[in-house]
T-cell receptor, first 110, second 112 residues
Framework: DAKTTQPPSMDCAEGRAANLPCNHS???????VYWYRQIHSQGPQYIIH???NNETNEMASLIITEDRKSSTLILPHATLRDTAVYYC???????????FGAGTRLFVKA | SQTIHQWPATLVQPVGSPLSLECTVE??????LYWYRQAAGRGLQLLFY??????ISSEVPQNLSASRPQDRQFILSSKKLLLSDSGFYLC???????????FGPGTRLTVL
C-alpha cells in the first residue's frame, strides 16, 4: 500500500471550513483514498473514501486531484467537536493491511 | 445496525501476567475482524486480521496471539505480558468484500 504525507497539525476557527491536505504521490491505480478521524481516547471513526471522483457525505467532502497524487478533506463548517487526529490512508479495495500514519492533529478554536 | 464492543475499557497488568481482550460484533455475519495497537502519540499498527472462524493472519511477530472462536468474536491474548505491550488496543470489523473498517471503543492496557 502507498504511503501518505500529512501536516502534523492545523488550526481552524469554529464555523469556518477546515481543509486537510494529504499527499500520496505513489498511489496505484487500484488504491482508494480513505479518511478516518480519532477523537482523544476513542477508536477511529470512518469519514469518507474515494477512488477518482470527488465525494461528499454528511460529514465531509473529499477532493482528489486529477493525477490522484494528493487529496483534500474538507469539513465545511468546523465545530469544536471536530478537534481530532485525521488520518489519510490509501489501500487496495479488499486488502487487509491498512497503514495508519501519524495523521494531522486538527485544533478547532472558538 | 451494527455495533462493536470491546472489554475491558482499561486494564492495568503486571509484567509476566496473562492477557485476554475480547471483541464482539453485533448486527452482521461473517465479518472481517482486526486487532490494532496504538502506542502513545503514534499511529495504529495492524496486529492480526481474520476472515473467518479459526482463520488468523498475523502482521507483526510479537508476544501476542489472536483467536476467533465464533463468527463475531475476536480475542487477543498473551501468556506473559511485557512492558512494551502497553498501549491502546483497538478491534475493528469490515463486511466481507467491502473495505470500510469500523472501530470499537478500544482497551487501554498499561503493563507495570
Amino acid at each position: 500500500d502507498a504511503k501518505t504525507t500529512q501536516p502534523p497539525s492545523m488550526d481552524c476557527a469554529e464555523g469556518r471550513a477546515a481543509n486537510l491536505p494529504c499527499n500520496h504521490s505513489t498511489i496505484s491505480g487500484n488504491e482508494y483514498v480513505y479518511w478516518y478521524r480519532q477523537i482523544h481516547s476513542q477508536g477511529p471513526q470512518y469519514i469518507i473514501h474515494g477512488l477518482k471522483n470527488n465525494e461528499t457525505n454528511e460529514m465531509a467532502s473529499l477532493i482528489i486531484t486529477e493525477d490522484r497524487k494528493s487529496s483534500t478533506l474538507i469539513l465545511p463548517h468546523a465545530t469544536l467537536r471536530d478537534t481530532a487526529v485525521y488520518y489519510c490512508i490509501v489501500r487496495v479495495l479488499g486488502g487487509f493491511k491498512t497503514i495508519f500514519g501519524a495523521g494531522t492533529r486538527l485544533f478547532v478554536k472558538a | 445496525s451494527q455495533t462493536i464492543h470491546q472489554w475491558p475499557a482499561t486494564l492495568v497488568q503486571p509484567v509476566g501476567s496473562p492477557l485476554s481482550l475480547e471483541c464482539t460484533v453485533e448486527g452482521t455475519s461473517n465479518p472481517n475482524l482486526y486487532w490494532y495497537r496504538q502506542a502513545a502519540g503514534r499511529g495504529l499498527q495492524l496486529l492480526f486480521y481474520s476472515v473467518g472462524i479459526g482463520q488468523i493472519s498475523s502482521e507483526v511477530p510479537q508476544n501476542l496471539s489472536a483467536s476467533r472462536p465464533q463468527d463475531r468474536q475476536f480475542i487477543l491474548s498473551s501468556k506473559k505480558l511485557l512492558l512494551s505491550d502497553s498501549g491502546f488496543y483497538l478491534c475493528a470489523w469490515s463486511e466481507g468484500g467491502a473495505d470500510t473498517q469500523y472501530f470499537g471503543p478500544g482497551t487501554r492496557l498499561t503493563v507495570l
